[in-house]
């Protein structure tokens, strides 16, 4: 609706303040990644309390805006969302020796909304479409974080296709030699069903003539 369109805007115009002066590794103005990550979330057909909160998920954490703050000017639900996702992030930045499964469950037992979960898998699958701005060892623990826990989580919810490319990405920066090898390997046998696809309608449309 248009009152809905208008708090999205409100709340990219908050977090484009929030974030003004801030830039990502890549060299652009931060909001592009809060922006990219509400695009995923729309793509996914979720509602605007999600949208708000994907505009909005980093400003707890980078600038002077808290809950409450954020409650008063877009609603309880986007607050929550967003202090949620905050709060995910330490945990996921504090799990040194714990469990993938165990991990995972804790994770999601933990968000009360599993919208909290979704902005996060939404969060980490656009670092990961740019984590090429990354040194080695950091594309190396990222990755192998996103395999053991984020993947798995998209999995347990069923988002197939953030699952697959969450691997996909995830693999990728871990074994890139291997990704390159496979990639060619699956170009070369996808151009083979081609011909095959091609040479069997030949034979039917020649057989269905005569």
Do not use: W
């Not at 040194?135 to 984020?150: G, H, M, P, V």
Request: proline share 2%; net charge positive.
């Amino acid at each position: 609706s248009r009152d809905e369109l208008r708090l999205v805007k409100q709340a990219h115009a908050y977090a484009t303040h929030a974030h003004d002066g801030q830039s990502r590794r890549t060299g652009h103005a931060y909001i592009t990644h809060p922006t990219a990550v509400a695009q995923i979330l729309s793509h996914m057909h979720m509602d605007p309390q999600t949208i708000m909160a994907a505009l909005l998920h980093d400003v707890i954490e980078d600038s002077a805006a808290n809950k409450q703050m954020l409650g008063e000017k877009f609603g309880d639900s986007v607050a929550e969302i967003v202090d949620g996702v905050s709060k995910l992030s330490k945990i996921f930045s504090s799990r040194d020796e714990a469990q993938a499964e165990n991990f995972q469950k804790m994770a999601m037992a933990m968000a009360k909304d599993i919208r909290v979960i979704l902005v996060k898998l939404a969060d980490r699958l656009h670092n990961m479409r740019t984590i090429g701005v990354m040194s080695s060892a950091q594309r190396r623990r990222i990755a192998k974080e996103t395999l053991d826990f984020y993947a798995p989580i998209a999995n347990r919810l069923g988002i197939h296709t953030v699952k697959t490319e969450l691997e996909d990405l995830g693999f990728k920066a871990l074994y890139p030699l291997r990704a390159d090898l496979i990639n060619q390997s699956v170009v070369a046998a996808r151009g083979n069903r081609k011909e095959l696809m091609e040479e069997i309608r030949d034979t039917i449309t020649a057989a269905m003539n005569r």
